[in-house]
Structures are given as structure tokens and as C-alpha cells.
């Protein structure tokens, strides 16, 4: 079975800085895919970030980027120039590959704090 | 475009009782998953509904059972509830047909609180 994990239960970062969220993940799969959720109080899940095993060039959207190592099965979630906006619970996901609707596995968070 | 809609937004049941929560998907999405998130805790993959069919189960017991209509809406049923489902039930959408899509749109959720 899949497992992910978060080490980091909590960070801060002050506003304007960078952050750097871990994540490591156990698959025997070779086809598979990573995510980053954002989970505000709202409750609402929204997806920051995703990465396709088969790619070998990290993934970035904007401020948000990814270190992925498939070798060392780490997916690292680095926040530039961070905002209070980005202060929420986050979860690193898996999902096995082959179709596009197979289920989410979730570490267990990491809740971050942005100080102004 | 509305996005996944999810009802109640909180419930308290007494143990023992039994509950539905309600699940309508994104527009265009015809494929929907439930999934409960204890306190302070990652998601856990409940079940996932397609064509009507429960096509994906996590490990839960036969006391959670689901429900998919003809427009693709959903319902979770819990039976004899236990303490222990007090918990915060997530529904999220996706396409399972034409393209490759990776999107999974989720709702905000129902609180459920066991007494």
C-alpha cells in the first residue's frame, strides 16, 4: 500500500520570505502522480501544485515550486515570497497513475503560519 | 460554474443513529469521491462512484454505503454511528471520461458530530 508522509506537524515563515514544506511517499508503482493541497479554514481543499512521475522537470505554478527526487521518493513544497494568504493546513498527496480518477492518499498536514 | 456542492454543512447525531450527507458535483464532473478527515488529520479515501457503481473502496467498514443518481450527484450513508465518526466528510469531483484530466475539485464539507 501507498504511504505519505509529512514529518513537519507545524512551520512559520515571516511574510515575504521563503519556506520549504517535506514530504516523503513509499510506492512500487513507476506511473504515478504528486500533488500539494491547501487546506484554509474554509475547509475547502484547493490544489496548489502537482507533478507527474514520468517528468523529470520539477513542477512550478507562480510562487510554488517542487523538488521531486523519484529516487529518494521526496516531494518538497517550496513557498516564495510568502503571503498571508498562503497561511493554511497542507497536504502532500499520491495518486497512482493509468487513469485520471484513481484515489488520493494524504499525508497528515503540515498547518503553516505566516507572520507579518 | 458552480463548484462541488456539499450539504449539510454541520451535523450532531446521536450514536447510534444513522446519517446521509449530500454531494452535488462540479458541472461537467461525473465521477464522485468521499473521503473523512478526523481532527487534525489527512483525508482518508471512503469509497469513489461512477455510473452509479461503487468502482473504489477504502478500508471502512459495511456501515458506510453511498449512493450515485443519474446526474451524478452522491449520497454517503452512515449506519449505527460511533463516536469515532465524528469527523469531517469531504466530496470531490473529477472527469473519468474524455481527456486525461488530473483535476479533483473538492467541496467544503459536512462537519458531523456524534454525541
Known amino acids: 500500500a501507498q504511504t505519505v508522509t509529512q514529518s513537519q506537524p507545524e512551520m512559520s515563515v515571516q511574510e515575504a520570505e521563503t519556506v520549504t514544506l517535506s514530504c516523503t511517499y513509499d510506492t512500487s508503482e513507476s506511473d504515478y502522480y504528486l500533488f500539494w493541497y491547501k487546506q484554509p479554514p474554509s475547509r475547502q481543499m484547493i490544489l496548489v501544485i502537482r507533478q507527474e512521475a514520468y517528468k523529470q522537470q520539477n513542477a512550478t505554478e507562480n510562487r510554488f515550486s517542487v523538488n521531486f527526487q523519484k529516487a529518494a521518493k521526496s516531494f518538497s513544497l517550496k513557498i516564495s515570497d510568502s503571503q498571508l494568504g498562503d497561511a493554511a493546513m497542507y497536504f502532500c498527496?499520491?495518486?497512482?497513475?493509468?487513469?485520471?480518477?484513481?484515489?488520493?492518499?494524504f499525508g497528515q498536514g503540515t498547518i503553516l503560519t505566516v507572520h507579518p | 460554474d458552480a463548484g462541488v456542492t456539499q450539504s449539510p454543512t454541520h451535523l450532531i447525531k446521536t450514536r447510534g443513529q444513522q446519517v446521509t450527507l449530500r454531494c452535488s458535483p462540479k458541472?461537467?464532473?461525473?465521477?464522485v469521491s468521499w473521503y473523512q478527515q478526523a481532527l487534525g488529520q489527512g483525508p482518508q479515501f471512503i469509497f469513489q462512484y461512477y455510473e452509479e457503481e461503487e468502482r473504489q473502496r477504502g478500508n471502512f467498514p459495511d456501515r458506510f454505503s453511498g449512493h450515485q443518481f443519474p446526474n451524478y450527484s452522491s449520497e454517503l450513508n452512515v449506519n449505527a454511528l460511533l463516536l469515532g465518526d465524528s469527523a469531517l466528510y469531504l466530496c470531490a469531483s473529477s472527469r473519468r471520461t474524455g481527456l486525461p484530466n488530473y483535476g479533483y475539485t473538492f467541496g467544503s464539507g459536512t462537519r458531523l458530530t456524534v454525541v
Open positions: 458541472s461537467g464532473h461525473d465521477t
Open positions: 498527496a499520491y495518486r497512482a497513475g493509468g487513469t485520471s480518477y484513481g484515489k488520493l492518499t
